[in-house]
């Protein structure tokens, strides 16, 4: 879908610059007369909305970071010390804090979005399997940040994750002393987590630039699944018609962020996490950030160290795989009834694993949680090839122009008549 | 390529080329371990690698927790009845099987490590089905020796090296 950039500049010295580095020639050809699907729905806003959040998270991360203090002793009160003394240094946190939490829900969505309408398909599988990467970073990103303020939940968390590595055989241990620099989590961790903390969000733009470079390789997939044929009919200019639609959905996500930080700012706060770090003793209830309660559950789910996190771990690979796991050829659920259906179900399993990650695990309710657990995988490993083969799809349309204009050309008719 | 005629005998050139090879690999070897290396434990570190106890003033029933190299160790004054529980336990029902005698020096005294081994934290004493430990994050249960006996951690309570200095006074690690 991209070609060679067809801008040409209107003032001289952008003549001048474009013919040494045609910078404005690429903004132009990817942001400005780059051909987007004519009928997109506001699920394809969350591409703009998730560049937005890593931007906040970084100017706001970097704005912590010019006051806050990464050592044991003194990393709980430099956040006192954000939150009561440094000007507008609660806003700025309560900022990263939630900005944090709205990532991953945008981020879920943008990944069901691509589960539903079948975006990682061929030929989408390496953009969807870098974006399965950029996942992965930013859950990273998140538990080093969560363990920043020192509180006793980032304590017991950076406990219990770096642990997940003691499971592997032989070498385990070894490995949970280099990671934490001592014998237990302490000192040098905190330290080493906020240098890794800074680093890892600029290697996710790195990523996101890749993710960008192959969409733009490939296009974009769109609620009918079905590919562009002719850019004439089937495609609208980015800009204006995505641009503005993008700054649309972001003013309405901007409105719910300003509302998280301004009337429930403690709401994804954990409120263990006031307490100072304790390595002597660990809260009575251990949870992780919501955004990450479901791979929890399937830890806890199984009553076998090495198993559990083999399962947490694959839980996340999976979503790797499912170009080759889903077979069938037409891509959006729309045109899919009894995919659809189990989409859904997996949807409220996702959520159910994630109440159950918040519950104290007693025998019934980790019952369920082997339930679900078996139901998350069997979605992927067992309804998706099966239905690849089995299930009967609706027609596809021929085109997108054939799937949205009729209806436009039949409503011009009746509205005339 | 594949004729014999073809093959011809290591020359001068390959064989500089695969010694400069392996030097250079020796070279990026002894540049990318200082990187690796300096993550491990430094030298601060494992030089508090031992602390004294007073545990004259710790009653019969209660467990003391004191630090150890960042962690937690706990120090138990057993009970005549958590001794005998933790001594009548058959060897069959344990899932990391070790006897009471094995892990003590002392009947009265249990001395272990305050990580769960599960995934670290740090259980809660005088709790569980046994009375000995269970640890808050995913339900693992030890007994009065510190043995796992439910729940998903794979091994007992780790002992410590430790050493009776007089009756009164342990020397941890
Ligand atoms: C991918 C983007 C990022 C995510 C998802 C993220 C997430 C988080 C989270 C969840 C916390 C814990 C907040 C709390 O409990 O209050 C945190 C704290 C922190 N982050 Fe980030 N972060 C990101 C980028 C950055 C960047 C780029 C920097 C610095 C350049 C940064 C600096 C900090 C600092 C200094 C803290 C400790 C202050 C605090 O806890 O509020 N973050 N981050
Ligand atoms: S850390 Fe103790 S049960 Fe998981």
Redesign the pocket.
Known sequence: MSGPSTYVPKSAIGRWFESRLPLMGLVHSSFVAYPVPRNLNYMWTFGAILSF??VA??V???V??M??V?SATE?FSS?NH?MRDVNYGWLV?YM??N???L??LACYTHMFRGIYYGSFKAPRELLWIIGVVIYF??AA?????????W?SM?FAGATVITNLLSAIPLVGTAITYWLWGGYAVGDPTLNRF?SL??L???I?VGAVGLHVWALHVTGQNNPDGVEVKNAERDTVAFTPYATIKDVFALSVWLIIYAWLIFYIPNYV?DAD?SNIANPLATPAHVVP?WYLLPFYAILRAIPNKLMGVIALFASIAILAFLPWLDRSPVKSAKYRPTYRFFFWVFVVICIGLGWLGSQEPTEGLTLIARFLTVGYFGFFLVIMPLLSFTEKTKPIPASIADAVLPKKADATAAAQA | MASAATVEAPNRRDFLFLTAGAVGAVGVAAVVWPLVDQMNPDASTLALASTEVDIGAIPEGQIVTVKWRGGPVFIRHRTKKEIEDAENVPLGELRDPQTDQSRVKKREWLIVIGVCTHLGCVPLGQEGKYEGWLCPCHGSIYDTSGRIRQGPAPLNLAVPEYAFLTDTRVKIG
Request: hydrophobic letters at 50%; a neutral charge; zero cysteines.
């Open positions: 959040m890593l998270q970084i706001t991360g970097v912590l970071a006051h806050y990464p990393a956040i954000i946190r990263h804090t900005g944090a939490t990532f991953f970073l930013m990103t998140a538990f080093l940040g969560y363990v920043l303020p509180g980032s906020f903390h800074y890892l969000p600029f996710i706060l996490n950030e």
